[in-house]
């Protein structure tokens, strides 16, 4: 297994342009987060999914910010219009142990920067 | 409301010697604790675990402590080396996978 592959690892952008960050989960996990990180905010938690559901989403920060599990395999984080303040390093997760565990597989994350 | 303190927020140590990581928290829900490593470039990584039963768990060079009682636990890392120089989150976990991150903190061992 390839472990956790993010789309693109880098991405620059103008304000105002529609962001769209991809992942494929670990195979076999119907689970997925995603995470974002800033030197500010440190790792926040944006958007859990279970069995492709989204359980909590309560770490989005406001309506620009959208998430879909259409399936087992894929998930998009998309952020429409973006602003400079969402520049940071996303991140999506899968977990590696039993459910309740806390251990989770990231991915090398996207990069993004809004300009 | 940060549920879960992490410091000190950088440290550096020479070759050898033992950085400790600090970490409190405050939700008694949390029933699992990971310790994460991150690499520059690349995706924090699970280091070590413990759950609030066991009050020391060691892993090679690394050992994690916990005190229930404080809702306190720490890393130490023994005979440090500058291939351990990276940032490391401590995290407390309930109701499945939902992590909640401390803010990290910038390890750098010297040669």
């Known amino acids: 297994d390839a472990g956790v592959i993010q789309s693109p690892r880098h991405e620059v952008t103008e304000m105002g342009q529609e962001v769209t960050l991809r992942c494929k989960p670990i195979s076999g996990h119907n689970s997925l987060f995603w995470y974002r990180q800033t030197m500010m905010r440190g790792l926040e938690l944006l958007i859990y999914?279970?069995?492709?559901?989204?359980?909590?989403d309560s770490g989005m920060p406001e309506d620009r910010f959208s998430a879909k599990m259409p399936n087992a395999s894929f998930s998009t984080l998309k952020i429409q219009p973006s602003e400079p303040r969402d520049s940071a390093v996303y991140f999506c997760?899968?977990?590696?142990?039993?459910?309740?565990?806390?251990?989770?597989?990231f991915g090398e994350g996207s990069r993004l920067t809004v300009l | 409301q940060q549920q879960v303190k992490q410091s000190p927020q950088s440290l550096i140590v020479q070759k050898g010697g033992i950085p400790i990581i600090n970490c409190a928290y405050e939700?008694?829900?949390?029933?699992?604790f990971p310790w994460y490593q991150q690499f520059p470039g690349k995706g924090p990584a699970l280091l070590i675990a413990i759950r609030p039963d066991v009050s020391e768990k060691k892993e090679g060079r690394f050992t994690i402590s916990f005190n229930k009682s404080a809702k306190q636990f720490s890393l130490h890392i023994m005979d440090s080396q500058p291939g351990d120089s990276a940032t490391y989150f401590c995290?407390?976990?309930?109701?499945?996978?939902?992590?909640?991150f401390g803010g990290g903190t910038r390890l750098m061992v010297k040669p």
């Open positions: 997760a899968s977990p590696s142990g039993g459910l309740n565990t806390g251990e989770l597989f």
């Open positions: 995290a407390a976990t309930y109701a499945g996978n939902m992590l909640t």
């Open positions: 939700n008694t829900a949390f029933d699992y």
């Open positions: 999914f279970n069995n492709n559901v989204p359980i909590d």
